[in-house]
């Protein structure tokens, strides 16, 4: 699958489809490969673009501290070099911030926006928050990371049900994850401290989904509602019985909202 | 627009688009022409199809009581007619629960259901609420009646927000229904009396999308939590901000979640 | 039980035990013998006041619409007349709004405020259920009227567990209410029509607990977090799995919230 | 103040006021010293007991790994020696666990029972949260513990709005917490690792007050919805605006549910 080099870093991503394009911004933890049981439902329809943040998956590592911004720039980069004028953007968690700080930038480039698990502030209590998992990262030891990041990423039902899963991911982590990429992530982490967009939503005219999961602990549904209030004619969903991996916990439901949304978000609804 | 004799029914339909087949069932004071707005949305990638109940718009009216189940055998007739074998199935409120028992009885002709402000059992609760709309149907007056049926059905915001649309609609009423109308709708409320199929839904295989509003008053998210449980395999999605006329109140959700879903309802998701 | 003329109306009301005085204020459909079953909580470390509103119970009916101030100023008729300088004034739902009406008028009369399932606003939708209510109660039947009120007061739960309770009650109606009842109740309907005091509510300065219930229809748990927002430091309590008669539903809850509140509220809780 | 020796252990324990004696538990980070402001409130009308459990505050530490069993076995042990036949028993999120098995083996030394922010079960989520303050506790560094425990105890609101209070909070675990402390708490921790006590609630028979919050991240309002099918009659509120940390966050709310309730849990409430 191919790199290209933009602004001096080689950036993975894969294309599939046809259609309008939608681009999928993977969370802090993802990479491309997350998205792999998504891929057929997504490019059905679209033409589907994954991408690798720098310090995410096959993408390469920074030699310094960045912002979310950094992450606009490689998505702008990506259009210009496939040649893709407009887009349907959809992003999870901490790929949604930086969705919402490409709409905030280059909001012509735009189809759609869908924005799952979001938040537009960096709370103090996320900060500390990102601050834990910085710090259970810096050990560089799989199953303490597990500890530190996962248990409220989920719900507790899911929790409980898929508990064997789990343990199988915290040793994935022990294999997988390298010193490199702890301090990837942890450079991840410190993109986020500074966003603080709610004062600017208003800006954001592109029509917008709002995805949030009743049982988000980490961005809970409050977060939404402020980016909701902020972006005028937004759309709002929750995903019942669903942590903050909403995606992973209720993968039909997620592909639902966003297909349904991005297939039909020019009708004209006139109902009133 | 056409009618076919069902059971010795002249029923009124209306057909749409091509694609795979997608019926869509009317709440209890709605007709084909509810739909209006959004014939356009359900019909570009299926064969809509829209109905008017007996006792509801133009088809004819019932000479006696009856229940759910006449209108199952109305739906089940109409396919028949059509040649139709298999269809998505989509019903909103009083829609939904005839739904839920032609899946019972027919499951074998459906690809799949969703259920948008269902109840699987109509309680004591509803069944008082139902007396009073039938006690106010029977005073034949338009204003009387809107004050007893329509506060609850939608969100306090949406209510505050449109209220010279709502006293329009309430003017409306007056001039638009007449004895025979509201003598239909009695009939409409009474078959909803017996409904009580909460336990027979675990038979219920097809795929399943089950919708509510967050400000349901009429079926509160509760009530959808009952067949949640009671599906295997649902799917359950809440329309923030919403009251029980959610595809009224939230149009551009209620497209997104129900295209979204028939159109991908058979993706293998294979996550964990 | 004694009566007393303020303002040339013969006002009910009841008095039992000693200690700071506490002022309850009925619901619309209520009286003095409503509280019954409580009298002895509340009295045990308060010297309780109940009271009859005109058009209400006991006391003489009006021959005129009014709003909540009339009830306002027989409450400090009343207190003048007992020689009681300041009181700690509970209200449940309409009750709960002639309390604050009396914060806004007669605060340096008031030790605490107890807002149970109260709104600050009578919003277009609240105007809309009042007018089905007088409809009911203008047809002066027993049926009519329980059918057109009382499903959306309780709790779905509660409902559906004390139906015969329930029928009972409907009797009841059928047997107590008289056609002077039921045009004092319909002036008592007209009298909120106008209640618009969210703007005011800053102005409140003692000590206030806000209860909810969680599956309150009528007053939603939403409005009473406009009351908690204009109130500056009032507290702010859900019962549980209630609905908008949370004293009769949850008894214990309701009394535990009320009695703690009091005996406790000038306590300096300084943990910052 | 006074300790005694229970099982050969010395028990820090704290004794205020005259009147039916009402035992306050403590979470698992607390101590005596943690109900400092609540003292004057709790013992107007009880003789409050307050008591630091093995390896908390000033009770002697244990030289082994236990479980909540040693506590209730401690409680016991005080009642005896104090000539306490029965409490009020009210318990804090651990100090709620450990009241509840108090309640199954020694259910006549009560009148009631008090229990916030609870749970009674240690899910795999919760286990694993654990963990994670385990090695948290294991660095021995006070910036470390904090970042990996606080934030989710606390309700956004509170966090945001009391950043500067949290930051000293944080710089006081520097100076306060000693390596001794810590060893404690990973006692405390794992001595909740086995709580699975849901099958057993039906044993309760005494009047029971279950308190939640409505932001509670640690141990959400459905873990208290588990507690309160269990426990018959038992009674359940929800305090708004409030996390984990409710007695913090809400004082005067919490006081007010808990006074009240001890102080009217014997009144029969006949209303239906």
Redesign the interface.
Do not use: C
């Given at each position: 699958m191919p790199k290209t080099l933009i602004s001096g870093k080689n950036i993975y991503y894969e294309v599939y489809g046809e259609g309008e394009p939608l681009v999928l911004l993977n969370g802090i933890m993802m990479s491309t490969l997350s998205w792999k049981?998504?891929i057929?439902?997504f490019s059905?329809?679209n033409k589907l673009i994954l991408i690798d943040f720098i310090d995410q998956g096959q993408s390469d590592k920074s030699e310094k501290l960045y912002t979310h911004d950094l992450h606009v720039e490689t998505i702008k980069g990506l259009l210009d070099y496939l040649h893709i004028k407009k887009v349907h953007l959809a992003g999870v968690s901490y790929g949604a911030a930086v969705a919402m700080k490409f709409a905030l930038s280059h909001q012509n480039r735009l189809l759609t926006l869908s924005l799952a698990n979001a938040t537009s502030y960096t709370?103090?209590?996320?900060k500390?928050?990102g601050?834990?998992w910085i710090?259970?990262s810096k050990?560089y030891d799989g199953a303490?990371f597990?500890?530190?990041t996962?248990?409220?990423i989920?719900s507790?039902k899911f929790?409980?049900k898929?508990?064997e899963?789990?343990r199988n991911r915290e040793k994935l982590f022990s294999q997988v994850f390298t010193k490199e990429w702890y301090d990837g992530f942890i450079r991840l982490v410190k993109s986020a401290e500074s966003l603080n967009i709610t004062d600017e939503l208003y800006k954001i005219k592109v029509?917008t989904?709002i995805i949030?999961s009743?049982?988000d602990?980490v961005t809970?549904?409050?977060y939404q509602?402020e980016i909701?209030n902020g972006i005028e004619n937004s759309?709002?969903?929750?995903?019942?019985?669903a942590g903050h991996a909403s995606m992973?916990e209720?993968?039909?439901?997620f592909?639902?909202?966003?297909?349904?949304?991005i297939?039909?978000?020019n009708?004209?609804?006139?109902?009133?």
């Open positions: 049981a998504f057929n439902a059905k329809n709370t103090y209590m996320l500390d928050i601050q834990s710090n259970a050990t303490t597990f500890k530190a996962i248990p409220t989920y507790v929790y409980e898929n508990i899963w789990l029509p989904m949030g009743e049982y602990l809970p549904i409050d509602q909701y759309r709002f969903t929750i995903i019942k019985d992973y209720k993968p039909h439901e592909i639902s909202i966003i297909t349904g949304f297939s039909t978000y009708e004209k609804l006139k109902i009133l």
